[in-house]
């Protein structure tokens, strides 16, 4: 309700406590359309708090606060979110791991825009082969998994920093402490870098990252910072 009230600057907690109240209560048009600015919520969450967690998104409550944040654009707006609630944008270097086939096939043109805007992807060895044989993404460093005690692996560089962000999303049966998933994503965790285990928030993010950088390339701003009426 407050964030609602905020996008829509509309006070609907009065409202509802009126009409409760049986208070008259004028009529309230509300245009979306109209709006000059879209408004992003993001989840802020405790993993790192957590010990041996996994982070991963279900239908259980797991957040621990929430960011809403203002912008010109959803991308903007879903940047400074994101940005508010900690996450960090990658500088470089981005590992993908997707399980499901059809996710992998869903977020493939954006892994092109990625390699375009000049990040160094990294696949574990399932992704890899898919993004090289159906995207011919030739760039991509395979990764062993955790599990693979060889190099160069997926855990030697998140412990050293090498990473700037995780891209994993899990199948159905990768959960619990026995899956490279499972390590993955709480190496990144206790690592301290940024981790989307969802394909939606995945593709919203090489989006905005896009945006961000046609804007910067062209000498406009992307961000903009306006005052609260």
């Known amino acids: 309700m407050p964030f609602i009230s905020k996008t829509f600057n509309v006070n609907f907690i009065a409202m509802a406590t009126r009409i409760m109240l ?21 989840p802020v969450f405790s993993f790192n708090r957590l010990k041996n967690s996994d982070p991963r998104l279900g239908v259980e409550m797991q957040s621990t606060g929430e960011v809403a944040c203002f912008g010109q654009n959803q991308y903007e707006a879903f940047l400074k979110a994101m940005i508010s609630a900690g996450f960090k944008l990658p500088a470089k270097n981005i590992l993908v791991s997707i399980g499901p ?31 090289k044989g159906q995207g011919n993404l030739d760039s991509v460093i395979t990764l062993y998994k955790p599990h693979v005690k060889r190099e160069p692996n997926v855990l030697s560089l998140l412990k050293t920093g090498k990473l ?33 285990v969802d394909i939606k928030n995945a593709i919203l993010l090489v989006m905005s990252l896009q945006r961000k950088s046609q804007r910067e390339s062209a000498g406009r701003a992307f961000w903009s910072f306006q005052s609260w009426q």
């Open 164 to 196: 700037d962000l995780v891209i994993n999303v899990p199948d159905s049966m990768d959960s619990l402490a026995l899956s490279d998933g499972f390590d993955m994503r709480r190496a990144a965790v206790d690592s301290g870098t940024p981790l989307v």
């Open 101 to 131: 086939s059809q996710q992998k096939l869903e977020i493939l043109p954006y892994l092109r825009i990625l390699v375009d805007l000049g990040y160094q992807l990294y696949a574990t060895k399932g992704t890899a082969e898919f993004m």
């Open 22 to 42: 049986g208070l008259p209560q004028p009529s309230v048009t509300i245009q979306p359309i109209d709006m000059d600015c879209v408004a992003a919520k993001c």
